[in-house]
């Protein structure tokens, strides 16, 4: 499995989780790397993308100004930091890879993805 998430739990409404996401046997910098979720019940949605080098991100209009991406090229990592948490925000989240930034919102663009992390926000 080339994309590996971690960092999900549960925490309270207006708290905040670091989500990582670890690869390996990719060269990770050759990507633009994805964060998605998927709710129960609901579809699996874009919540925001890292460009190539990490000078460019991308956000939903749902979590701008709360959830920042960041990565790691030398240590092949991305992290996803969450914070005043919504018990919307509740929800599985995945990394995935692209070489794609233009189709950054498209899922279908997306290559590689990880198992996915769970996140609950309690009210």
């Known amino acids: 499995v080339p994309l590996v998430e971690s960092g999900g739990g549960l925490a309270p409404a207006g708290g905040s989780l670091r989500l990582s996401c670890a690869a390996s046997?990719?060269?990770?910098?050759?990507?633009?790397v994805g964060w998605f979720r998927q709710a129960p019940g609901k579809e699996r949605e874009w919540v925001g993308t890292i460009s190539w080098s990490g000078t460019v991100t991308d956000y939903a209009d749902s979590v701008k100004g709360r959830f920042t991406i960041s990565r790691n090229n030398a240590k092949n990592t991305v992290h996803l930091q969450m914070t005043s948490l919504e018990p919307e925000d509740t929800a599985v989240y995945f990394c995935a890879t692209s070489s794609s930034w233009s189709s950054r919102v498209d899922q279908t663009k997306y290559d590689s993805w990880g198992q996915g992390t769970q996140v609950t926000v309690a009210s």
């Open positions: 046997g990719l060269t990770f910098s050759r990507f633009v």
